[in-house]
């Protein structure tokens, strides 16, 4: 029987349309705009200025305190201006505007197609190197990759967990990963395992991914204490604690993390570029991004630069459809919508999907029945239900009672309602509100003791 995680759990149409896709090389684009906040954590200082030559991977803002990242330029040209723009949350940040002029990258970076198998540095040279490199997680949350390499003074790691899942419907840029890249793939987990100074990685990959699950299999008799695992089909098997319940059996208790029952989790995608930072000095500068949707002309997987706009990744997928009623950054279950084409890709954009207008109107919100089944498919043991009325009433301090800081915002409660409450939307807000509170209060006790 394959592995999987015990409770909660849905299964939604995969639509993986693009998973036969090749990854394309996307042409650079005439201009980028590189926000320098990417990253969970303080935002990077902006360290050039207005009328300055970059080049590609050179760093343009430095990252502030230990979680932060560092932010490089994705081309070579001018900056034509250091000014706000929307990005896909619709909130206004800082960012670098570039003109591109020709493409001439740092001479320190190795941009020969050979692969480099021997690791040189050490443990803690892998780390900084990850932290000058502005790596971050590139399964969604772009925690920055040095903090989770650091094992905290009395903790210990003794397995590394690496995600292969991609459970979110119609997304397949980690399954090209490792269909096309896997030997890179897996030097970088030797990186990452060398890094913690572990001697074990499963690599958990949902079994339909077969020819990736083949591939990796082969490769990895080639690697020392690397092993692939096949995972049931259910949605939300990425997440940290979900993955670790299913590949190791280990409960993550609510507020504590993976090194807390010795394990650490990376996702594919940050392996290979971890890969390409430690062997071949190169910045987090691009990556794979899906740009998909049923009315898409040219689906596919495209390998693009940072700061290039959505437009640009829809172009190259056959232009805009005439019927496309909304635009989603990221999956479907735990993406947002985003009104402007223009916003640029960061680290974190895995994915593109356009919806046609029949399948993006929201249906009528129908009072809530108490049927039980958001309930029954939290993976988290929580009450949906609850959360949302509370957030609804504005009961935030009865929300942060019932955990909802907790919630991972998988999806899975709003896509089984039979009402149509938007659940998780509430569940943002409230989160959101709790949060804020939390980080008030912490300021106020500082503040009281000095």
């Not at 030997?183 to 890094?195: D, H, N, Q, R, S």
């Not at 090194?259 to 190169?282: L, S």
């Amino acid at each position: 029987m394959l592995k999987t995680f015990p409770v909660g759990g849905v299964h939604p149409p995969e639509n993986k349309l693009t998973a036969d896709k090749a990854i394309v090389y996307l042409s650079v684009p005439e201009s980028v705009t590189i926000p320098v906040s990417q990253h969970i954590g303080a935002p990077a200082k902006i360290i050039v200025n207005k009328g300055d030559y970059v080049r590609t991977g050179q760093l343009i803002a430095a990252s502030q305190g230990f979680v932060s990242a560092n932010i490089h330029s994705s081309v070579s040209g001018k900056i034509n201006k250091i000014d706000l723009v929307s990005d896909s949350g619709g909130y206004k940040q800082t960012a670098v505007f570039i003109d591109v002029e020709g493409d001439e990258w740092v001479e320190t970076i190795d941009r020969s197609s050979e692969i480099v198998t021997e690791i040189k540095l050490s443990p803690e040279e892998i780390v900084e190197r990850c932290l000058q490199s502005g790596m971050v997680g590139l399964g969604g949350a772009a925690f920055p990759s040095h903090v989770k390499l650091t094992v905290p003074q009395g903790k210990r790691c003794e397995i590394l967990l690496i995600n292969g899942v991609e459970c979110e419907p119609f997304l397949t840029s980690d399954h090209r990963l490792m269909l096309e890249k896997g030997e890179e793939v897996l030097i970088g987990i030797t990186i990452l395992m060398k890094a913690l100074k572990v001697e074990r990685a499963m690599i958990g990959i949902e079994n339909n991914k077969k020819d990736a699950i083949d591939n990796l299999t082969r490769l990895a008799t080639g690697f020392i204490g690397i092993t692939v695992h096949a995972l049931k089909v259910k949605y939300p098997q990425g997440a940290e604690k979900q993955l670790i319940k299913a590949l190791i059996n280990r409960e993550v208790p609510q507020g504590h993390l993976p090194i807390d029952v010795g394990a650490a989790v990376q996702n594919v995608g940050t392996a290979f570029a971890v890969y390409e930072a430690v062997q071949k000095n190169k910045p987090l500068f691009e990556r794979v991004v899906t740009v998909t949707g049923k009315s898409l002309a040219r689906p596919g997987n495209f390998f693009v630069r940072i700061g290039t706009s959505v437009s640009k990744l829809i172009e190259a997928a056959g232009g805009l459809p005439e019927d496309t009623g909304k635009i989603v950054n990221g999956g479907p279950m735990m993406g947002k919508a985003i009104n402007n084409i223009d916003v640029p890709v960061i680290k974190g954009t895995s994915g593109i999907i356009l919806f046609p207008l029949n399948e993006s109107q929201r249906a009528e919100i129908k009072p809530c029945i108490r049927c039980g089944r958001c309930v029954a498919v939290c993976a988290l043991h929580m009450e949906p239900y609850i959360l949302m009325t509370l957030s609804e009433k504005g009961l935030f301090e009865r929300a942060e009672m019932e955990g909802i800081a907790n919630c991972m915002e998988c999806g899975s409660c709003s896509y089984v309602c039979p009402a149509d409450r938007p659940i998780l939307d509430y569940v943002r807000l409230g989160k959101s509100a709790v949060l804020k509170m939390a980080k008030e209060r912490k300021m106020n006790l500082k503040a009281s003791k000095s």
